[in-house]
């Protein structure tokens, strides 16, 4: 069955890095369009950063230029390279797999504070 595995959040200070990662297992990974969401208790979820199959990207206005989003398809692994973090960048964060439905993982948390 699909299975999306996130790891990498973590507390850090305003301004600081982080790197997600998400393993993808139970489907093609590199054949299919990989995301990354975040979401805020009491939010909709919303949309940070997608990266197609053949590698074009596309990221929230919030985010561009601060965070990268990147694939390994050799190790079935989406990143999302964090940088420049803010505190409203605290939330939730979500991998995504665009197969014949939406796929989602456990999601990590992102805390930014100092």
């Known amino acids: 069955q699909v299975r999306l595995v996130e790891s990498g959040g973590g507390l850090v200070q305003p301004g600081g890095s982080l790197r997600l990662a998400c393993v993808g297992a139970g489907f093609t990974f590199s054949a299919v369009e990989m995301g990354w969401y975040r979401q805020a208790p009491g939010k909709q979820r919303e949309l940070v950063a997608v990266i197609s199959s053949g590698g074009t990207t596309n990221y929230a206005d919030s985010v561009k230029g601060r965070f990268t989003i990147s694939r390994d398809n050799a190790k079935n692994t989406v990143y999302l390279q964090m940088n420049s973090l803010k505190p409203e960048d605290t939330d939730i964060y979500y991998c995504?797999?665009?197969?014949?439905?939406?796929?989602w993982g456990q999601g990590t948390q992102v805390t930014v504070s100092s």
């Open positions: 995504n797999a665009k197969l014949w439905r939406f796929y």
